[in-house]
């Protein structure tokens, strides 16, 4: 064992894989519980898309967390997971028929939506049925955030959301259709956000937006503010537990809720990201004109952020104790983008080595893809190992 690892278990299975620490995963899970127990009203979903593994979903779903979902593969894998049908919401700006009719049929909790053609959509599809559909309006706060440019969701150059300036006329036509009930409000500003300011931000625009419906007599049920919050991918072991604290602090500080209003988070990445790590074993170490390569039998098919995203994950030799060493890490894929590091420092690596790519739990294994004829890498948790 070399830090958090059972290494001797690793030995025995196939790399790479995921492997996900579940103490670290119920620790982080508690941690979430407590913050929001001080708080009257709040609500706290999981964002199934950071990570669908159904023994990590099991876990989250026993922590008693709702289920945000974005498709309707998610609401099928919530429901398998168990969450309770009315925990879930599902949001997307392209929904299709079969998946609205997934969430009408199980009684979701409320579907997110994102403009007057998809509104029009599901009252239809509603009226079909004979049902009411819950609907929240997603809105575009046109509020930036301090992260990457492709993980940012709330600007209004973003294709998601109902312009601020059409919110109103939107809840008038929801008021007139027969089969949905306006429920709420909902808005996501992006990803990976560090800085309290960017949800100060958001709660100073909702404050203005809950002003501006109140002069019009329109009451609002529910506020969702989405997920967002980053973790630390510089530091996985000295701050494996993101701050919660400070995050539900800032909501409770500078959004002014109603009476009777539920407050609603959709955590993502913040649940998730640092339980997980992408165990990799090195095959080859290449002496290159310039530098040195570790090329490592996972690729950008199993992890895909450090291409998509130009992410930093924090690389470990878990096998090794000898003198560091600087290396370029590889993947086998045939691009050039498959790099998970450039000249960052390991234990001196040979073949056969594992390595631990850390941080990777959210947005890890469910965006593996099969390129390359590559198989889908597994994800295992200490218990079955
Ligand atoms: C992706 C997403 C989330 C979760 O984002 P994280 O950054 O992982 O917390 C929440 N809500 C919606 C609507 C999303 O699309």
Wanted: aromatic share 8%; proline share 3%; hydrophobic share 40%.
């Amino acid at each position: 064992m070399k830090g958090i690892f059972p290494i001797d278990k690793f030995e025995r299975i196939q790399t790479p894989f995921y492997y996900y620490d579940t103490e670290l995963l119920r620790a982080t899970l508690r941690a979430i519980n407590a913050e929001v127990l001080k708080h009257d009203g709040f609500v706290v979903h999981y964002a199934v898309k950071a990570n669908a593994n159904p023994k990590v979903l099991r876990i989250i779903r026993e922590a008693g967390l709702g289920a945000d979902c974005v498709s309707g593969g998610e609401i099928e894998a919530a429901l398998k997971a168990g969450f309770p049908t009315n925990k879930i919401v599902y949001a997307g700006v392209g929904k299709s028929d079969w998946e609205i009719e997934l969430g009408l049929d199980n009684d979701i909790f409320a579907f997110n939506v994102e403009s007057i053609p998809e509104l029009e959509v599901i009252n239809e599809l509603a009226s079909q049925k004979g049902k009411t559909a819950r609907i929240a309006l997603r809105i575009n706060p046109n509020v930036g955030a301090h992260t990457h440019a492709n993980i940012t969701t709330g600007l209004a150059e973003n294709k998601f959301g109902i312009a601020m300036r059409d919110m109103e006329t939107v809840i008038e036509r929801a008021a007139e259709m027969q089969h949905v009930k306006f429920v709420g409000l909902h808005f996501h500003i992006g990803s990976q956000i560090l800085d309290m300011g960017d949800f100060e931000a958001l709660c100073n625009r909702i404050n203005e937006l809950q002003t501006q419906l109140e002069s019009h007599r329109i009451r609002v049920e529910n506020i969702n503010v989405g997920g967002g919050l980053g973790i630390d991918y510089q530091h996985p072991n000295r701050v494996s537990i993101p701050d919660f604290k400070a995050y539900f602090d800032t909501y409770a500080k500078k959004l002014k809720l109603r009476t009777g209003q539920t407050l609603h988070f959709e955590l993502g990445r913040a649940v998730v990201a640092q339980c997980g790590s992408l165990i990799a074993r090195t095959l080859y170490i290449k002496e290159g004109a310039v530098k040195k390569f570790c090329i490592i039998d996972a690729g950008m098919t199993d992890l895909i952020r450090p291409a998509l995203y130009q992410a930093y994950h924090k690389i470990e030799n878990i096998s090794s104790d000898l003198p560091m060493e600087t290396y370029d890490v590889v993947g086998p894929i045939c691009e050039s983008s498959d790099v998970f590091a450039k000249q960052v420092d390991l234990n001196t690596t040979r073949r056969g080595d594992l390595i631990a790519i850390r941080s990777a739990g959210a947005y890890g294994e469910i965006m593996a893809s099969q390129y390359n004829c590559r198989k889908l890498p597994q994800g295992y948790v200490i218990d079955e190992l």
